[in-house]
């Protein structure tokens, strides 16, 4: 994508029980720095979580991605993600994993490991502070070189209220094939 993008996407989601959300990404859309606006694609969502993982210790799920995507966007015209979710909470801080697996659906030698890890800490049910790293490491087959590997550090901002949250984070990229600067927003409103 080219630089200076600014690149967002309205997430609906429905929670059907206490252990399963569906959700759609819908459009995923990038504002482009010389002034085009274009439609990438849309991703379909199903999240399945532990009941009532605020209150516990110990909390994991996997979430599943279908995704449909413009060819400038992806290399690919449908990709998928397989997402695990492990998290521990000690006391106000929360350690939580996410060894991501993505797929271009072209056999398992095509699996690209793409984990995320978050550290946070919680100041109070509202307030809390985070370190996120996002990365990709490439074809499980093959791993690319480090200077070919994505590798993001975030530092995170959270608010939770009712029924508006807000997610900000300032992310710096350690390699050439990664973003100097990023910046994100998630905004939420509960219905």
Known sequence: M???????????????????????????YSWTGSGHFLIDGAKLRAEFVVPHAQERTF??????????NALYWEPTRNSGEIRPIFGVRIGPV???????LDTSFRGLGSLDFAPAARVA?????????AFEHYADYG??????????????LFAVVDYKADPVSLEFGIGHGFT????????KMILSYDF
């Open 2 to 28: 080219p630089n200076h993008t600014l690149n967002g996407v309205p997430e609906w989601a429905y929670g059907v029980t206490d252990w399963l959300e569906l959700g759609a990404y819908v459009p995923l």
């Open 59 to 68: 909390f994991y799920g996997v979430n599943f991605e279908l995704s449909f």
């Open 94 to 100: 929360d350690l939580i994993a996410n060894p991501i």
């Open 121 to 129: 800490y919680n100041f109070s049910e509202k307030w809390a502070a």
């Open 139 to 152: 074809q499980l087959s093959h791993f690319e070189p480090l200077g070919r590997q994505r590798q993001t």
């Open 176 to 183: 050439a094939a990664s973003d100097a600067l990023v910046l």
